[in-house]
């Protein structure tokens, strides 16, 4: 198989690249974490003159009409600088199933002013236990012979506070399995009822907690159909996981190449230590986990492009993302010795954001699960 990209995704690999280095450094990187807004609108605005919010839509919808592979390649760069904002919430988490199941009239509405760059969005899924599964979805939604009044508490909403639409996933009817009765919601954030709080968190990755008390949704506002909103959400889960690999392999990336770096210029002993044989066998290790990572998420994107059963190597991709992640960045951090730890170091904006990765779209436990269930076990 070839891995190589094509000319069209080199050229937005080296442009993207160029274009986050220049725009949002580290230091940047690191001011945009202490601030509440926690993205940098000039950046987004500039991000919508390349195209980058409708990449993937097609022209009607003022998109470009890029491939899924093409958002792979961005996606992967973005990881590369830790690039701070709502781009995942509103491209990967949103857009894609409304792309997918939403209709004419809400593709018009929705994806246009996405790709202008006016409308930012975030998905309001799990609840307080933060977990992937639908068992855990209690917030309702009954109809009252107009209206859908949704009453209940969504956390971990990357972004609401500054969003103007969510989707909301709600239980609409009772049914046998977790997995039915369950309706997605498209919800605008200054609607009446709708409160959102920022949650702090280490990283300053925009994670909030969305309370909705008797808050109205017409037939309308439903993407896809009543009760099939798992379907839904399984269908973003599976391309966004992917794109979530994407960003964290850019990232491991970028942490073996700092450290890498590192280790030639740190002089120990009148020579750098990255001769000495135990820097050299952790840097090793740390390329093989990277590499290896590579591998798992370009197959598992690729198989996803083809609409080939992809369930068991997009699992194994993020339980793997999850895991050499954790590890490049706190082996970087050790190779770096005090300085590493310290905040105002790079390598820490790699590590800060870690655990909100490892959580999104499911835990290595809960795709560990999965690869289990796709081979028989």
Known sequence: MDFDFNEQQNMLKTMARDFLV????????RELEAEEKGYD??????????GWLGLIFPEQYNGTGADFLDLVVLMEEMGRNVTPGPFFSTVAMCSIPILKFGTGPQKAKYLTPIADG???????????????????????AEFDGKNYVING?????????????MLVLCRTEKARSPEGGLTLFAVKTGSRGVKIDLIPTIAGDGQCRVRLKNVKAGRSDIIGKKGDGWKVISYMAQRATVLKCAEISG?????????????????QFDKPIGAFMAIQHKIVDMLTDVEGLQY?????AWMLSTDAKSDIYISQAKAKANDVYQRACIEGIKIHGAIGFTMDHDIGCYFRRVKSSEFMLGDTDLHLEKIAACIGL
Not at 153 to 165: G, L, M
Request: charged fraction near 25%; proline fraction near 4%; aromatic fraction near 12%.
């Open 153 to 165: 508490e969504k956390w971990f909403a990357p972004f609401a506070h500054v969003a103007d639409y």
């Open 251 to 267: 990232a491991c990336q970028a942490v073996l190449d700092m450290t890498q770096a590192y280790a030639k210029d740190r002089t």
């Open 118 to 140: 006016k409308s930012i969005w975030s998905l309001a899924l799990t609840e307080k236990s933060g977990r992937f599964e639908a068992a855990d979805i209690a917030a309702a």
């Open 41 to 50: 609108p000039a950046m987004w605005a500039k991000m919508v003159e390349l």
């Open 22 to 29: 220049n725009e949002c450094p580290k230091a940047r990187v």
């Open 296 to 300: 798992l998420v370009h197959y598992a």
